[in-house]
């Protein structure tokens, strides 16, 4: 395969508000994929092992950083917006659609087999995006289904997946949904705790699901519009970050933050996000430090995403959709559109 193509430093420098005195060095380095699937899931395990997944059944992975991807076999021709891996050797993977076509895998030997382990049986749901506190225990969240939110979980690495009951979770909003762009719509912290993402609220448990919460967030939202992606830090401190996928430069109420927990949601108005933004993640180790990225750009923030500046893409980058940081690492993949793949660097 052939081996990284460009890559591309640029030094931020902060506004007013900020630290001005501030550089921030960033290098994006592009690699190639040898692929043409639009690129919407990515999970790095270490410097080394990182895996993404897309459209026309595409599962890659490598194991060099990224020098050279592999392309796996999955057994049914599905759309895999998520990947989320445990390990070298093991991952999951989510397909969406209606029906049947939403489904997860599993493999424990690095992609050589995959298990299917759930098929969805209800012509009415999707899902959307999955999430991990460790190898056994995980959280599946789908489309409300007949007024009734739709979230799965595991507490045995997926040998068995389970509906919470609807009696624990709150009502669902009329057509309530989440976008299915990044797989990063549901953010974890600690053995228990978790946070996901809907169009318009964002609901959180602190007990693996066993009891909810709710709160309205203020992002504007409608059918192409509202949450995509939510990053904690701390049990405290968060960011939701998404905007209008049908309107991706506009720059206005696409970003709020909290520092309770998720109780309530402030939007960041001057020095926010510049365009529509479909993942955000938290740099390990970095207090505060953020990045956000969408189809027509890139946003970094140090303050906990109270202000943000523009990250220049590389020239022959067309957009990202995903997002991974390597655990305890300031270093990132980016994927998207036609096969797009990048690592980031920030020092």
């Known amino acids: 395969m052939k081996k990284i193509l460009l890559a591309l430093c640029v030094v931020l420098n902060w506004p007013a508000s900020a630290e001005s005195d501030l550089k921030v060095p960033v290098m994006w380095t592009v690699q190639t994929s040898q692929v043409d699937a639009r690129l919407r899931g990515v999970s790095a395990v270490d410097e080394h092992i990182i895996w993404a997944s897309g459209s026309d059944n595409t599962v890659l992975r490598t194991a060099d950083g990224g020098a050279h991807w592999t392309r796996l076999a999955v057994a049914d021709a599905m759309d895999f917006r998520d990947i989320k891996a445990i390990d070298a050797h093991t991952a999951y993977l989510l397909s969406i659609g209606e029906a049947s076509a939403s489904r997860i895998y599993k493999t424990a030997d690095a992609g050589a087999h995959w298990t299917l382990q759930y098929t969805n049986t209800d012509p009415r749901a999707f899902l959307d995006a999955m999430a991990f506190w460790d190898a056994n225990h995980g959280l599946v969240i789908g489309d409300a289904v007949e007024g009734h939110l739709h979230i799965l979980t595991t507490s045995d690495g997926g040998a068995s997946?389970?509906?919470?009951?609807?009696?624990?979770?709150?009502p669902a909003l009329p057509g309530e949904g989440a976008f299915s762009a990044s797989g990063s719509n549901i953010a974890m912290m600690g053995s228990a705790e978790?946070?996901?993402?809907?169009?318009s609220r964002v609901l959180h448990t602190a007990d693996r699901g066993k009891s909810w919460s709710v709160a309205a967030a203020p992002l504007a939202a409608g059918e192409s519009a509202g949450i995509f992606s939510i990053a904690f830090r701390d049990s405290r401190r968060g960011v939701i970050v998404g905007g209008d996928y049908k309107n991706e430069n506009a720059a206005q109420d696409n970003i709020a933050i909290t520092d309770d927990g998720g109780k309530t949601w402030s939007l960041v108005r001057e020095h926010g996000l510049s365009g529509y933004r479909s993942a955000v993640k938290y740099l390990p180790n970095r207090d505060g430090l953020l990045v956000a990225v969408g189809p027509t750009g890139a946003d970094l923030s140090r303050d906990d995403g109270k202000t943000w500046t523009p990250l220049a893409y590389p020239a022959s980058v067309t957009g990202f959709d995903a997002l991974s940081f390597a655990p305890g690492l300031s270093t990132a993949w980016a994927t998207g559109n036609k096969g797009?793949?990048?690592r980031l660097q920030i020092d």
Do not use: C, E, N, T
Request: proline share 5%; aromatic share 10%.
């Open 194 to 199: 978790a946070w996901i993402a809907m169009g």
């Open 161 to 170: 997946w389970s509906k919470i009951a609807d009696a624990v979770l709150p």
């Open 340 to 342: 797009g793949v990048a």
